[in-house]
């Protein structure tokens, strides 16, 4: 007889297992969608930059996107850097439990629920032009701007646990620093950055993760080029806006590159997430 | 006596020294702080000013008609715009199509996710919890488009044999899973174990525990987790891009496109006669959003008083 006990155990257990069926139907997908590809081109696809949809002598190649992606989201990592961690310093530890803290840290969170489709407007009507005025590209899109909306969108992710591991450095650390004669400066760059140092670089490899994978507002203002980017303020694309851009009119073997470059997303993000994940771990 | 003056000699120019190096240490602890202020307060900029762009932009276009029509064709945007007017019609069709994809889509995320976040609660670290659990954030960090990808041939094609409102569903329920799993465990974890040993020494059956002790205790935590979900998952563009398209009308059947807020931002960013109409539809998005947001903040502020 099934009792009460063993049901909600095998309700509980059956849920779990809809999360493998969930995953493990995900990489079956995208592997038998690659499947034409692969026998077209083999590994070469990631490395060629060939995209020619011309019926007949049709060639693919993943190696734009690849740049593409990387480029903007190292980009968007370099500029938010000294922005978000400036940030942290200022909530975690400057003004720590102030209500200017408290304010700025709103704010930052703010950021993260505009939505990717507005940062794209917002670029688009507001970025674009100013670059535009300044004189640094005669369009406004391209792989800086793209990289520059990244940066923004991605501040409050590497804000946000950056603060919480300048928080947790023990306060004894601090005192004995501050008692020797040493300033806030010294303090914050010699004790609590070296010690919070892989917690804040765990924070930016997720953020990075996060970055990979934006594709709205990148699509918006990346230029949508096929090619290799060859100078900062060159036309690109990105793994992520390619699909967007292109899945529409996409069939045959053009529609099973494009799933095959969503296999290659897949397993980017959960390599940069998983190496987080073992940082965090040894962090604890 | 010679002896003696050299000293305080030595001594002052000492001091003088002291004090010199003092004051550089701690003008460059000034510029320091100066350069952390001035970098947060760029860092806070954008927020201000997109919020700023959005009002001052869309608010000629908000009016009753705005939240009561369907959205106008691009023949009629055109003589609209021509003449100076504001665009006539509205968003109705994205506002109930977000209302109908969002709803469908925490209905199938949120008894999935509850369950899923209890099991992990209750069978601690052991190697098939544990896998469950890396899985779990395998999930969270899968791009949205490659999930509306994935519902694209999980439902587009095999299902709706077109592009539909579940399909979408689908995408933005996957996106919702893990982050309902993570708080919900989460929040279990911060209930303390007694009040749980209580209940079970009482002999009481352990669904019961489940639904009259845990989920009571930590609602609030729960359903913060899924406002914050949800919030997530209302501005998503990409996804639908692939399963719901869009569409002119009205639209509650589960198989046939369907419209949303972002998707028509999309479609009015790319109508040179519309683009009036993306600002006002953004503010009303990003409004939407930040009122879940602010909802599941009170709520968690509540509980913590």
Redesign the interface.
Known sequence: ML???K???I???L??I???L??G??VL??IS?TLPVFKEFGFGFIFSSDWDPTQGKEKYGALPFIAGTLITSIMAIIIAF???F??S??IGE?YRGTKVANF?GI?????A??????????G???LRPLIVDLGLSSQGYGIFTAGLILA?MI?PYA?SITTEIIKMVPNELKEAAYSLGS???DV?LKVIVPNAKSGIFTSYILAF?RA?????AVT?LIGNTNIIPTSLFGTGNTM?SV??NQ??EADGLKLSA??TI?LL??VI??I???IG?IIIKNLN | MATAITKTKKFKLKRKFLEKTERK??R??KI??A??????A???S?????IY??ISSGYRQINIAFFTETSPDTYEAMLAVNEGNIIPGGILNGITGTLFIVGMAALFAIP?GL??G???Y?NGTKG??N??R?????????????LG??A???VVKPITSGFSALAASVALA?MM?PLI?RSTEETLKMIPISIKEAGLALGV???KI?FKVLIPTGLSGLLTGILLSI?RI?????PL??TALGSMKVNFDIDKPTSAV?LL??EF?NDPNMVDL??SS?LF??IF??GL?LLSKRILANRSK
């Open positions: 009792n009460s006990e049901i909600t155990k309700v509980l257990y849920a779990s809809i999360i493998i969930i995953t139907g995900m997908t995208l969608g000294p922005f978000a400036s940030t310093i200022f400057l700025v704010m930052v969170d703010m950021l629920g505009i939505p990717s489709i507005v940062y794209g407007l917002w688009f009507y507001v923004i501040i804000t300033t806030r400066k914050i993760g990979v994978g934006e594709t709205m918006m992520a699909i967007a899945f529409g494009l799933i969503a997303l897949f993000t959960g940069v997430n998983w994940k | 240490l701690l460059k602890d320091f702080t350069v952390i202020i001035t970098l947060s760029i860092t806070i954008p927020i201000v000013l997109i762009k959005l999935i369950l899923v209890i099991f992990l209750e098939y919890t896998l469950i890396n899985l779990t954030d395998i999930m969270q960090g899968i791009p949205s488009i490659v990808l994935i694209y041939f999980w996957i899973l799993i059956p352990y669904y489940l919030s209302v501005g998503e563009t990409a891009m692939l972002p931002i999309w960013y993306i600002w953004s998005l990003m959003v930040l947001n």
